[in-house]
């Protein structure tokens, strides 16, 4: 699937909901804190083909981006635990999904406030309630309370937790997740493969409608009470 759909989700992609709350909470933090002055320049730690670069062109000066296994050739490979770059280089930082995938991913957020200047920020996004996702392996999973103490512990003032998918729209989202798998089958043979996406529409979009209308106010619980089983989780620090 093209990495679009992390920026542009569509109705018919079984992880439209969680992309979708996502680059809403992203677009929001963009407007209110990044600036071609106050981030000039920004790292994306773990951000294979920069998907989201694209979000943040209008509001910094230089984006860069590491990665174990580069996505592109733009991309300057080093592993998330050992940053090739100077202390306190840049002006903002960011990481997304990539936690679940380090070993050490208290390292990965000491690297982070390594190279961040004082006053720079850090923005992450981790899952909570995900499939298993081999890429190319799978550690973790946090809660909005994970994420506080692995950034305090390095440092970090956190300034904002936000949730993705409440209870029942991860609930739609985990089923899309399921239903969607064994179509890969189909997706082998070329015979095969319009049928495939046939039952794809035919299944994903109706679920992602009903997952739409869970994420109203009216089905959203505030996740530091307990009891919510959100998605994802995106949390902006800063440091002091």
């Not at 989700?9 to 002055?37: G, H, M, Y």
């Not at 890429?135 to 103490?149: I, N, Q, V």
């Not at 970090?156 to 937790?161: A, G, Q, Y």
């Not at 495939?196 to 996740?223: A, D, H, K, Y």
Request: hydrophobic content about 40%; some cysteine; proline content about 5%.
């Amino acid at each position: 699937m093209s990495l679009s759909r992390k920026t542009n989700p569509r109705l018919w992609q079984p992880t439209f909901l969680v992309n979708r709350a996502l680059v809403k909470d992203l677009r929001s933090e963009i407007e209110a804190r990044f600036s071609l002055e106050k981030t000039a320049r920004i790292l994306d730690v773990g951000c294979g083909g920069l998907p989201y670069k694209s979000l943040f062109a209008n509001n910094c000066r230089e984006y860069l981006g590491c990665d174990l296994f580069p996505g592109t050739g733009s991309v300057i490979q080093c592993s998330a635990e050992e940053l090739a770059f100077e202390n306190e280089s840049f002006d903002a930082v960011l990481s997304f999904q990539l936690l679940e995938h380090v070993r050490r991913p208290w390292k990965v957020v000491h690297e982070c406030a390594r190279v961040l200047k004082k006053g720079g920020l850090l923005l992450l996004t981790a899952p909570f309630m995900f499939p298993h996702h081999s890429s190319p392996h799978d550690f973790f999973r946090y809660t909005h309370e994970g994420l506080a103490a692995l950034t305090g512990d390095a440092g970090f003032e956190v300034e904002r937790i936000s949730a993705q998918c409440s209870s029942l729209s991860t609930i739609m989202l985990l089923l899309n997740c399921y239903l969607t798998r064994p179509l890969n089958w189909f997706r082998r043979s070329k015979i095969t493969v319009a049928l495939s996406w046939i039952i794809l529409c035919g299944l994903v979009v109706p679920i992602n409608v009903v997952g739409l209308l869970f994420e109203t106010r009216l089905f959203r619980i505030q996740f530091s009470k307990g009891n919510e089983g959100y998605s994802n989780f995106l949390i902006l620090c800063r440091k002091p």
